[in-house]
Nanobody
Framework: QVQLVESGGGLVQAGGSLRLSCAAS???????????MGWFRQAPGKEREFVAA????????KYAGSVKGRFTASRDTAKNTVYLQMNSLKPEDTAVYYC???????????????WGQGTQVTVSS
């Protein structure tokens, strides 16, 4: 059992930056490092889309083409926390951002078992 809580969303002007955090609470007997993590987002009226994923060790990372070069995902296993540093934000980045945990590294949301409640990111033009 994993509980995920995102934070760090807000309103920012185009070109600005935000850093999202996702704190994980892991059931006794399990460790955070056994889970691959991902970031997804959902804009109003649109389907949820993949943003970034990284492996259990953090060695392998994959990004959606729309954010590659602007967003950086990372994890701090000691703090049971993952991050999404978002730079050069654009109005089209506006969405609710979710972190998720899975047993394996994947860019597909259906493969993720645990999800946070989401944090709103709004980018004004």
């Amino acid at each position: 059992q994993v509980q995920l809580v995102e934070s760090g969303g807000g309103l920012v002007q185009a070109g600005g930056s935000l850093r999202l955090s996702c704190a994980a609470s892991v059931a006794s007997g399990r460790t955070f490092s056994r889970y691959a993590m991902g970031w997804f987002r959902q804009a109003p009226g649109k389907e949820r889309e993949f943003v970034a994923a990284f492996s259990r060790s953090g060695e392998y990372t994959k990004y959606a083409g729309s954010v590659k070069g602007r967003f950086t995902a990372s994890r701090d296993t000691a703090k049971n926390t993952v991050y999404l540093q978002m730079n050069s934000l654009k109005p089209e980045d506006t969405a609710v951002y979710y972190c998720a945990a899975a047993g394996g590294y994947s860019e597909y949301g259906v493969n993720y078992e645990y999800w946070g409640q989401g944090t709103q990111v709004t980018v004004s033009s």
